[in-house]
């Protein structure tokens, strides 16, 4: 049994510099990039966001005067018992010069009969459907190839979106002319449906959305979600519209970088989806996201790192982050554990106690210090810390291991074309171009 005694005498007794030394992973990586970096840069942001207040609104007005049409389109399979939710809150938008275009990627459900009679009855714009699956991007591509509006956003069925969630996401391009894209603000509408959904509402809440507007502060923001994001239409033309296959989201996010535009993140567009809501679901959608790192940062897009006429340092720092605290820094966590079991192994019990205590520390001082940062003050907050100490395993072992795995085999075998989210051809297709 654990003795609280021992542990306290051996805390005590332990100097400022051993205690660095066990610690080291802690302070070099995550400390430093997670609380001392995002606290700066955050604060930074809210700072400017303030300073900036009468340009904003500025930008608003010149949007709301020129009334642009926007093109909200809706790629997905057997969707059909979410369309006409989604139809029914996207009429209720506070803008509203846009069309909404559906398109079915070979359903087998009552999709098709369900948006006809959308269409029909005024809800939507226009319907289209493959007959023969051919992925999310494929999918997506159509709706651009009909789409008439000046911008592009992208939505996923299943989600809601705050009332003014499609002016807020569209503002930022009258803010910003070098912006290209712009990620909404993603959260978790089922958190309390399981212990893993509420895992991930915490995960929402801080990692992401909180990380995302540290990321577009510091100009590496790299991931436009697809459950919500918006895209200039010129820019999409000059890139043909997405390549097929899994991680479309990133893959499409750094084209546009590398055309040399911005990718902002606007927080205040909110959107609300359901997050998997069993542990072996919420595995599946890990896997296939980790897996992106390796094929479109370390493969397809590789040139970036390239010191030629087209390089980028905002792509290359983005991609040099991404790739360090993620695969580099997971490789580096099994390192530090050989570390500690060679030269402490009898002091290991104490240390893996130490590293719970430090890391629910931790979870609560980022938790409470950024919740002013946060867009929706929801009464949730308050459930949420309760289950803060789990998120040490959540993060620091159930995460990680999943993500080590994908990496290994994105590696070893290229499996994400096997990856059944997408169609086999398209995967087929996208593996011989390489893309």
């Known amino acids: 049994m654990f003795d609280f005694d021992d ?17 080291w992973f802690y302070l070099l990586f995550e400390f430093f990039r997670y609380i001392f970096i995002e606290a700066i840069a955050i604060t930074l942001w809210k700072i400017k966001k303030r300073l900036n207040r009468r340009k904003w609104d500025h ?39 846009f069309e909404i275009i559906i398109v079915d990627d070979g359903s087998d459900d ?33 709706a651009l190839r009909f789409a008439t509006g000046k911008y592009i956003v992208h939505l996923d069925a299943d989600c809601s979106y705050d009332s003014d969630a499609i002016e807020k996401i569209i503002i930022p391009f009258y803010y910003d002319q070098q912006i290209g894209a712009i990620g909404g603000n993603v959260m978790v ?25 540290v990321n577009s502060e510091l100009g590496i923001y790299r991931v436009i979600s697809g459950a919500f994001g918006a895209f200039r239409r010129d820019v999409m033309d000059r890139l043909g519209g997405w390549d097929i296959g899994p991680g479309l989201d990133g893959d499409i996010t750094v084209k546009i970088r590398k055309l040399g535009y911005k990718i902002h993140f606007e ?19 890990r896997l296939r996201w980790d897996k992106s790192l390796i094929r479109f940062r370390l493969r397809k897009h590789r040139d970036v790192f390239y010191p030629n006429r087209s390089f980028n340092l905002s792509n290359f720092v983005s991609f040099f982050e991404n790739i360090t605290y993620n695969l580099v820094l997971n490789i580096t966590w099994f390192v530090y554990i050989v570390d500690m079991m060679i030269n402490y192994p009898s002091e290991i019990e104490y240390i893996i106690v130490m ?4 890391y629910t520390a931790n979870n609560y001082f980022k938790f409470l210090f950024f919740s002013p940062f946060r867009q929706r003050k929801q009464a949730s907050m308050r459930y949420f810390l309760i289950y803060l100490p789990l998120m040490v395993f959540y993060f620091g072992y159930f995460l990680r291991i999943v993500r080590s795995i994908a990496y290994l085999q994105e590696f070893l075998f290229k499996a994400s074309y096997n990856d059944p989210w997408n169609p086999q051809k398209s995967s087929r297709h996208a593996k011989a171009m390489r893309l």
């Open 189 to 213: 509408r089922n958190y309390d449906e399981s212990l893993i959904t509420t895992l991930q509402a915490v995960e929402y809440l801080d990692a992401i959305s909180i990380g995302r507007i």
């Open 355 to 358: 590293n719970f205590l430090l």
């Open 7 to 23: 542990f306290y005498s051996y805390i005590t007794s332990v100097g400022y510099w051993k205690l660095i030394r066990i610690f």
């Open 59 to 97: 930008a608003r007005f010149r949007f709301l005067n020129e009334n642009p049409k926007i093109s909200i389109i809706v790629p997905g399979k057997n969707e059909g018992k979410h369309i006409y939710k989604l139809a029914i809150s996207l009429k209720e938008q506070s803008y509203k010069n």
């Open 110 to 142: 009552l999709t098709p009969e369900i948006c006809k009679s959308l269409q029909k009855n005024g809800f939507i714009n226009l319907f289209l459907r493959n007959d023969v699956r051919g992925g999310k991007a494929s999918a997506a591509n159509l």
């Open 267 to 285: 927080p205040s567009a909110v959107c609300l989806t359901n997050a998997p809501n069993t542990p072996k679901k919420l595995i599946r959608q």
